[in-house]
DNA sequence: AGTGAGGCCTGAAAGC
DNA sequence: TGCTTTCAGGCCTCAC
């Protein structure tokens, strides 16, 4: 379930190995990802060279000497793999080969919630995907102000919020919880309670909560691996993701009173909470 | 306009 | 043991 610092991780890996390079040939086993890749995407891109690789939100992009740019979304259990060469034989879900001239990106995504597409480059920021994001986490116009302006009619829970990609990008559900708990903020809150103090805190905590799981390369839970096939460790720091029952951190509260952390659903979704650190009243 | 539900998709884990 | 059900979740579409 690649989120920001998973994306960023495979973004390093892939600027490392094949920026500069030049696509030699593509290959594509399953068109039909959560968008089916273009007819022409083989043609568009082949021979190109891959000038600039870089992250938004969510997404990996190869912009190309060509001026088309390749977006790639790793939707929830996409993977890649850097090869030195192309594959003698393909695993279970290997759904396209990318080769350069100085290795091979092998896309491999079980649920094919991914994406593979390209655009013109100069139409990148006016594209769907990209026209109504909102602020990247570490953009210095992300600020208290902000946020409050962006929850001020918001009905929904914080979380919900937080998921938003079209307020802050890249942050899945697993940050959600952490930075919310580091922040010591309640998931139930309405994202229109925040303070603006509270604001503050809840964007030093995202940045934090980011940072440290990009330091680590990333959370290893179910599919996501980096490139080479190890694991991100980022998830033997997670305070509260996943831990159901246990005491947090940062508590020395009494289990038997207190169960431990919280796992409830919002919209369809696990959230964890530290019930005794995250209080759900405001603070005056 | 904002919100919530449904759907896409597979495999692991839980339930029976 | 082996089948069925549930769960995981990013993000788009649709109905209210």
Known sequence: ???????????????????????????IYNRRLRLVVPADFEAIVSQARITRIWRKA???LLTLENGYTIIWHFGMSGRVKILPNPPA???????????????????????????????????LSCSPFFRTLGL?????????????????H??????AALLDQHIINGIGNIYASEALYEARISPLRTASSLTKDESANLIKAVRLTLE?????????????????????????????????????????????????????????????????????????
Do not use: W
Not at 8 to 21: C, N
Not at 136 to 152: G, N, Q
Not at 154 to 159: L, R
């Open 1 to 27: 379930m690649p989120e920001l610092p998973e994306v960023e991780t495979i973004k390093e890996a892939l600027k490392k190995a094949v920026e500069g390079a030049v696509i030699s040939d593509v290959a």
């Open 58 to 60: 969510k997404y990996a």
């Open 89 to 123: 034989r393909l695993e279970k879900h290997d759904h396209i080969v990318i080769t350069t001239s100085q290795g091979t990106l092998v896309f491999n995504d079980a649920r094919r919630f991914g994406i593979m597409t390209y655009i013109q480059t100069a139409s």
């Open 136 to 152: 990247e986490p570490f953009d210095s116009a992300l600020t208290p102000d902000y946020l409050l302006a962006r929850f001020h």
């Open 154 to 159: 918001k009905k929904s829970s914080i979380k």
């Open 212 to 284: 440290k799981a990009i330091k680590a390369g990333g959370s290893t839970l179910r599919d996501y691996r980096q490139p080479d096939g190890s694991m991100g460790y980022f998830q033997h720091q997670h305070c509260v993701y996943g831990k159901t029952g246990q005491r947090c951190p940062n508590c020395c509260c009494n289990l038997a009173e207190t169960g431990g952390i919280s796992q409830i659903k919002q919209d369809g979704r696990s959230t964890y909470y530290c019930p005794t650190l995250q209080k759900e009243d405001i603070k005056k």
